[in-house]
């Protein structure tokens, strides 16, 4: 038997290896499928079964990076790189970047997420002079999603007379008009929406019978992970490639089947038996449960207000776990410190997404939080508030970005050319979207043949459209040597965003800036976390593709579930089973400009309490000792409250800053009244500031960072080699991102080193040592 089959038990052996014909396997929440999956593939390829006739379809990029680093361990890594293995969107975009120009499409089209779809159709209905109150936008948006997922293309649309009743009873008869034009533009736009990336392949394979039976007898052994997840255009395009051969292995659990938002269809998986011959069925089964101790801890806190009613909270609940205290280098870390210990409680005890709340004290807090969670693929929900990627301010740089990647993209260039402003009006955009659509060209197109063209406008006008048409070229050459970062960075001063905002200077502007702010700090981190693995680049292209495959995540319903992302504000009168109340930092939680007053500074104590109690089974509280604010780190201390919470309710799941550390009001405590004057030190702020023994200085944080080199700063010089003496294939290593896991193989030299890692929880990687950082355990 082969050594790794060995690592499998009976019941996830079986379906490793059933080689021919197809196979069902039921597998709950943590009960190996991946791996099942993953041995599977290896199982086939020792079987004598050709990489390239292997095709995997998984619901995140990261599952199948992953399984396809666990198969090169198994089967070498140059023939696991001929697998075709990826998310159902990244491969049929791949399929569509291949032989879309069948279907007439550039191979470099651009993907518009909702609010993109949503900009054309409004503009749609304005230039048809249709009234927006009946057709609203939003609505006819959901229709044409719905058409394109049901495979009701224009031509079906118009031949079919029940759908266009349908639309004029509801007093919408020009839908199939919208419908048609919605489809012109993008076209024109060389773009696709999320539904075309679906639609166009079932077209693909549908019209053209000679790539069908290309890909079909390439394809000869299909598997599909989270098959319940899986809609009606997914099914019929797994179905038509498989039909061939019938070799297919689905994964899921109907009892899972939790993306009905999606267009997930529970009856892929129930009618699966029905669609193939001679199916076996395999079950992996698994189950977890527990509980919670918070209203003690909550009462410590609320107990130090003096301007309180006197009450005493108590429950007869179990006791239930301690709250659980964090520390984090950066908010980055941060963020992948929450996203991993909500993906762990929600494999290992089997909860929904909904079963978990993050909670913070301001918006901006969002993007790192964010970013970790849809790098575990993990569904959330912004309440209160737009997710990160949709909010205005960013959707403004990604549209300069998309437009240096895509010059037809129209709804990117209709968006960010006059803003900031620079004297293009509406009149002269209209005029250059009636030249455009008259000569079947891209706006981009007419702007650069601008003085070919009589559009009656005057000389100044034309002036401005030529310097935009050259600022947006000069932006395309800088991208051909630029990574991701620096372009980003670029862009956002040159573009005048990043002016336009400094100039506002009310709350909202800043929070403006501090979001760009953001966006930065992530495409930093994008480009860093790029260096370590070998075949990526870090260019443009991939963050972009990233941020747009991500942004699916965010359509609206009231029925699904996710992640509950909110301010404590409006967490007030909710409750969740698992609470993690982030950024638990001084001047952050309580805030720095709610601590001029006894009162503002109770009401940021209540604000806590009500977080806290938020909590049904368990509270974490997390803080970071730094936070990366326009390039600088920026030292952070503890919040008072952690230390407010009596000890015999906490459990602290890192150190504390340093041996003994305890906060130390920076308010002088004779404010108050009488207190216990033995709890605090004598010393009195120095010009409104704390002393500096109440937070690590330099020397300290530099001693910190020496004992844990693997947590080095990610936002630092990336271009700092790190030291590769004492690696060896063999030793155990701790990555700051990636946790703890096993050097099994060595490769390259010098600069070009690279180490293949099998890491605890992240399966194997392939990492750039010199941007690695590793921390030798053993």
Known sequence: ??????????????????????????????????????????YLMSQGVDAFNILALTFTNKAAREMKHRIASIVGA????????????????????????KLGYPSNFTIYDTQDSQRLISSIIKELGLDKDVYKYKQIQNRISSFKNSLITVRAYFNNPELIEADAMAKRPRTGDIYKEYCDRCFKAGAMDFDDLLLKTNELLTRFPDVLYRYQDRFRYILVDEYQDTNHSQYLIVKALSDRFQNICVVGDDAQSIYAFRGANISNILNFQKDYSDVKVYRLEQNYRSTNNIVQAANTVIEKNKTRLDKVVWTSNDDGGKVKVHRSITDAEEGRFVASSIFENKMNLQLENGDFAVLYRTNSQSRAIED???????????YGGLSFYQRKEIKDVLAYLRLVLNPKDEEALKRIINFPARGIGQTTIDKLTLAANHYKRSIFEVMENIDRIDLKINSGTKNKLENFVTMIKSFQLMNETSDAFALSEYVAKKSGILLEFKKDGTPEGIAKMENI?????????????QEEIADATGSLSEFLEDVALATDMDKESEDDDRVALMTIHLAKGLEFPYVYIVGMEEDLFPSAMSMNTRSELEEERRLFYVALTRAEKQAYLTYTQSRYRWGKLIDAEPSRFIEEIDEKFVEHLTPPLTSGYRYKPMIDADIFGEVDKSKYRQTKPVNGKPPASHAPNQDQLRKLRKLKPNLSDPVGNSSEEASTEGLRVGATVEHNRFGIGKIVNLEGLGNDKKAEIDFNTGGIKKLLLRFARLKIID
Do not use: C
């Open 372 to 382: 970790a969670l849809r790098k575990r693929d993990i569904p959330y929900r912004i």
């Open 517 to 529: 702010e953001e966006l930065l700090n992530g495409i930093k981190d994008f480009v860093e976390g």
């Open 78 to 101: 140059s023939e696991a790189k001929n697998l075709w293995m990826g998310t159902f969107h990244s491969i049929f975009a791949k399929i569509l970047r291949f032989e879309g120009d």
């Open 1 to 42: 038997m082969e050594k790794y089959l060995s690592e499998l038990n009976d019941a996830q052996r079986a379906p490793v290896l059933h080689k021919d014909g197809a196979l069902m396997v039921i597998a709950g929440a943590g009960s190996g499928k991946t791996r099942v999956l993953t041995y599977r593939i290896a």
